[in-house]
Structures are given as C-alpha cells and as structure tokens.
C-alpha cells in the first residue's frame, strides 16, 4: 500500500507541474517565472491554465550574428 501511495503522490506531483515540465523540456526562455506561477498559483487551476498556456507557446531563440 505505501508503494501505491508513494506512486499517487509522484503521479500528481508531476501532474501538477506539468507546465515546468514542459517548459524546460523546450527550454523556454521564461523557465523561472512558468515555474513560479505554476508554483504559487497553479493550485487555483487558472494559474495552472495560464502556466501551460505559456509552457506551450513558441520558444524564440538567440540571433545568430
């Protein structure tokens, strides 16, 4: 049962930060604040929408000379 339970509680850790996930996986450029609105508001549910939101959009990167 506590396997169980360990493997419920990592499940919906990573669940619920599913947009940090995300976000440094593209390596977005605005890791650090998708993982604090995931952080400090994504329990409300419009914030985690908001964080995934942002993890999903397009990544732009660095001009080469």
Request: one cysteine or more; proline letters at 5%.
């Amino acid at each position: 049962m506590d396997v169980f339970l360990l493997f419920l509680l990592l499940t919906c850790l990573a669940f619920y930060f599913l947009p940090t996930i995300i976000a440094l996986v593209r390596d977005h450029q605005h890791l650090v604040p998708i993982l604090l609105v995931n952080l400090f508001l994504g329990w409300t549910f419009l914030g985690w929408v908001v964080a995934l939101v942002w993890a999903a959009m397009p990544v732009k990167r660095g001009q080469v000379a």
